[in-house]
């Protein structure tokens, strides 16, 4: 059986790592020969794919162009804008240029923007993921209907909200939803947790205790409602500092909201960017906080679950609540805002570390969204 899964890109993201989570164990069935479809070949997920899995791309990204003259840039680029624009327009574009997909069972489409790739013919019967709260996000007028579902064998809803949303909201027929948790590869995340990072390079003590989150850097995480509710809590004479993992247009705002909350870099906060390894740091970690405004289904949640760090998140409509119950597993604010979020932070922060019963409660969580378990649904559902 042959399968492809699609994906924009590679760049550190949540559903970028479920997809390599994905890939990689799936990859390990002996009768299945996975391919990675990615229409630009960029990010430093692609350094973690097993190597028995076939990569194809419709262009290179910047990242791949480095030692490259800026003459060959610049006509490459050229190329590659003008490449993706028509292809986008017509899909079928794909077909004459990767005409070997017509001959797959599976065509995985790992991300709602792509819907349109149920045009083309890359796998005989498609799956469609819907990674977010299509209300929500950014091009939400082209999920006010259920329209974009048509040519999908299967809709991959991540979380429960997701599902609900689709059937009830969109009226999409509930034979026609999969619901699968996204997964963390448990055993990975541990195992890179105990590398060395040369955490030195930061002007920050990390042996000091911190708070962590982790994520882009966009409005959607909601680290501007982290950065004011942690300045409550510094008011309140807490003492941890803050450490935010992850890169994004958002960056010199923050910066800039921190300095006007009388907070200082490198000694209050860092904000590390984009890390190849982020769990090193992670494991280190104090508490997890979760700020985002709305999601899908938290991967960076269950991360830092699976190192045994206590979560406080924001009520955001899908995702967390799913993850962490009536705060059973985690602490969860009132309401999404920052003294409701810094409120739950204190309380977690009040506990003793030894004594903090959500320590063995984030680890036994953790298992329920582990990639041998959900996994196997997936492949259950093409066998």
Known sequence: MKIVFIIGSLN???AE?????????ISKEKDIEVTLFIISLSGNLIGHINENIKISYLYKGND??????????????SYRRLLKELCFRFPILFDVLFPKFKGFEFGFVFVQDLFWFSKTKFGGKKYL???????LVKDFSLFNDNQFVKGFEKIIAISDGISDDLTQRLGIASSLILKINNPINSNEVQLLAQEYDNMSSYIFDFNRPFIVSMGRLINQKGFDILFEAFSICKKAGYQEKLVIIGGGEEHENLVNLASNLGLVEGKDYIITGIMRNPYSILKKAKLFVCSSRFDGLSTSINEAMSLGLPIVSTPCEFGPKEILGDSEFGLISSEINSESLSISIQKMLSFISVDNPYIDLSLKRAQDFDIKHISKKLIESIK
């Open 17 to 25: 790592k479920v997809l390599v989570n994905y890939i990689n164990e």
């Open 129 to 135: 993921w819907i990674q977010n709260n299509l209300k």
């Open 64 to 77: 791949q162009l480095i030692g490259w003259s800026i003459p060959r840039k610049i006509i490459y680029k």
């Open 12 to 14: 550190t993201g949540g």
